[in-house]
């Protein structure tokens, strides 16, 4: 996606933050909003906010599950399985 077509400043952030908020919604693509010519702001809807954070969170599982795999710190699945199993019959 490109982001120099939704690229506004402040000021038309202020005079037409309804109508943004409806494109936001519809369209679910984020808007950069600009101070002095400067990017500043990034603003989204919550739905795509929402998916973003959870690829995130995903990103970080996979990452530290990775981690742990160079790392060493893994088990074969049929040894997690029998102790599991073992405590099962004990408990």
Do not use: C, W
Request: hydrophobic share 45%; charged share 25%.
């Amino acid at each position: 996606m490109r982001y120099s077509s939704q690229v506004k400043p402040i000021s038309y952030l202020k005079a037409n933050a309804a109508e943004i908020f409806l494109h936001l919604t519809e369209q679910r693509e984020p808007l950069v909003i600009t101070q002095n010519g400067e990017a500043k702001a990034v603003l989204q809807d919550v739905a795509s906010f929402e998916e973003t954070q959870e690829t995130l969170a995903l990103l970080k599982i996979l990452a530290l599950s990775t981690h742990d795999v160079a790392g060493g710190k893994v088990k074969p699945v049929a040894d997690v399985v029998a102790r599991l199993r073992a405590k099962r019959a004990i408990g």
